[in-house]
């Protein structure tokens, strides 16, 4: 079974620009959460999706953005970049996000860098 | 607001000790609780789960962590380190139900020596 894909793996964008990054989770699973990761922050939850609906939401502005569609992969988006946001962005899917018995799978991540 | 403290940023065992890293959560309820590791060529994986039930929960690689309510605590331990065990510790608690909506601690980094 293939694991959690990120694409792409590294990114450079100048500040003001947008990205748009892209995750395909596990066969099956309908839950992908998000994730930060910065040497000053550490590691930070951004948002997490099931069945196409946001159900949490971290405590990032508004420039940061995530969609899922009908067969689960998902999209974040962060708008007008800033130096700060910086980051490797990780996503993990989950079959539903609750159960007991189910395991989270990360993927590689991406790394942005803004310039 | 649910917070997670690593109380120790760096650690270095010697390969065969044993191992405890600690983590002490702040939470209201009754939190669920995870231990994650990440390494360069692991990525970051999780290590073990608590969700309810028995408050020692077994993990991947020979860890377990133990859910002590009373001290808001839950240590991960495993009795002999392997070399291949060096990576950065995460501990996080989650209070939206699973997965969702997860605080992680800073991490603890371990170092195994020969």
């Known amino acids: 079974k293939a694991g959690v894909t990120q694409t792409p793996r590294y990114l450079i964008k100048t500040r003001g620009q947008q990205v748009t990054l892209s995750c395909s989770p596990i066969?099956?699973?309908?839950?992908v959460s998000w994730y930060q990761q910065t040497p000053g922050q550490g590691l930070q939850f951004l948002f997490e999706?099931?069945?196409?609906?946001?159900?949490n939401k971290g405590n990032f502005p508004g420039r940061f953005s995530g969609r899922q569609f009908s067969n689960s992969r998902s999209e974040m988006n962060v708008s007008t970049l800033e130096l700060g946001d910086s980051a490797l962005y990780l996503c993990?899917?989950?079959?539903?996000?609750?159960?007991?018995?189910?395991?989270?799978?990360f993927g590689p991540g991406t790394r942005l860098l803004v310039l | 607001a649910q917070s997670v403290t690593q109380p120790d940023i760096h650690i270095t065992v010697s390969e065969g000790a044993s191992l405890e890293l600690r983590c002490n959560y702040s939470?209201?309820?009754?939190?669920?609780l995870f231990w994650y590791v990440q390494s360069p060529g692991q990525g970051l994986q999780l290590l073990l789960k608590?969700?309810?039930?028995?408050?020692l929960v077994q993990g991947i690689k020979g860890f377990e962590a133990e859910f002590k309510r009373s001290q808001s605590s839950f240590n991960l331990r495993k009795p002999s380190v392997h070399w291949s065990d060096a990576a950065e510790y995460f501990c996080?608690?989650?209070?939206?139900?699973?997965?969702?909506?997860?605080?992680f601690g800073t991490g603890t980094k371990l170092q195994v020596i020969p």
């Open positions: 993990a899917s989950s079959f539903s996000g609750t159960g007991n018995q189910e395991t989270q799978y």
């Open positions: 066969s099956g699973h309908r839950s």
């Open positions: 999706y099931f069945s196409e609906t946001q159900r």
């Open positions: 939470y209201g309820a009754t939190p669920y």
């Open positions: 608590y969700f309810s039930g028995d408050t």
């Open positions: 996080a608690v989650g209070v939206s139900g699973g997965y969702q909506k997860v605080t």
